[in-house]
């Protein structure tokens, strides 16, 4: 069974940082593109990242770029994302999401419970 | 980036009804388009992807339509576990975006 499980969320002041992780099992993890998505309290998704198997390829959406690092561990079969300079508009629930396709343009088949991060003073 | 409108932004219907959204891309997509239920306080789940493909476990009330700029999921009899809000997704070319999203009620 695929499980994806999001940690290391909390509470974190403007201007500081986090790290997500997202732990994978039941799949051959290194084999699938990955995902970071959000949702914002009461809104909708927003996609925010992903990265290629062996973590040479990334993409981000502009609102993160710069502040944001998606990366991966293959031998641990784990999903990471640095977040720095948090905003309050960063606040959100992240979601891990698997890629269906062998692409960074694909939908999302597998999701977490997602993990919420809340950016205040 | 490509712009996903959904309509209506929700919409209430009786069980057993029909029920149509409507996505509209702000380009040509061909059909790299996705839907996702989301019950209150859930985890988004994929219903559709290819704009027609039926996810595998998906109740076959559930199709989607549509190629180009214009799509549609439609349920074709509105039952009480179907109450979600229902998005849209394109992956045609990054970033990946999303509708803003349906939310379907029962009268």
């Known amino acids: 069974e695929v499980q994806l499980v999001e940690s290391g969320g909390g509470l974190v002041q403007p201007g500081g940082s986090l790290r997500l992780s997202c732990a994978a099992s039941?799949?051959?993890?290194?084999?699938?593109?990955m995902n970071w998505v959000r949702q914002a309290p009461g809104k909708g998704l927003e996609w925010v990242a992903n990265?290629?198997?062996?973590?040479?390829?990334?993409y981000y959406v502009d609102s993160v770029k710069g502040r944001f690092t998606i990366s991966r561990d293959n031998a641990k079969n784990s999903l990471y994302l640095q977040m720095n300079s948090l905003r309050a508009e960063d606040t959100a629930v992240y979601y891990c999401?698997?890629?269906?396709?062998?692409?960074?343009?694909?939908?999302?088949?597998?999701w977490g419970q997602g993990t919420l991060v809340t950016v205040s003073s | 980036d490509i712009q996903m409108t959904q309509s209506p932004s929700s919409l209430s219907a009786s069980v057993g009804d029909r029920v149509t959204i409507t996505c509209r891309a702000s380009?040509?997509?061909?059909?790299?388009l996705a839907w996702y239920q989301q019950k209150p306080g859930k985890v988004p789940k994929l219903l559709i992807y290819?704009?027609?493909t039926l996810q595998s476990g998906v109740p076959s009330r559930f199709s989607g339509s549509g190629s180009g700029t214009d799509f549609t999921l439609t349920i074709s009899s509105l039952q009480p576990e179907d109450v979600a809000t229902y998005y849209c997704?394109?992956?045609?070319?990054?970033?990946?975006?999303f509708g803003g999203g349906t939310k379907v009620e029962i009268k």
């Open positions: 999401a698997r890629a269906y396709y062998d692409s960074h343009g694909s939908h999302f088949d597998y």
């Open positions: 039941g799949f051959i993890f290194s084999s699938y593109w």
């Open positions: 990265i290629k198997q062996d973590g040479s390829e990334k």
């Open positions: 380009q040509d997509i061909t059909n790299y």
């Open positions: 290819a704009a027609s």
């Open positions: 997704q394109q992956y045609y070319s990054a970033p990946l975006t």
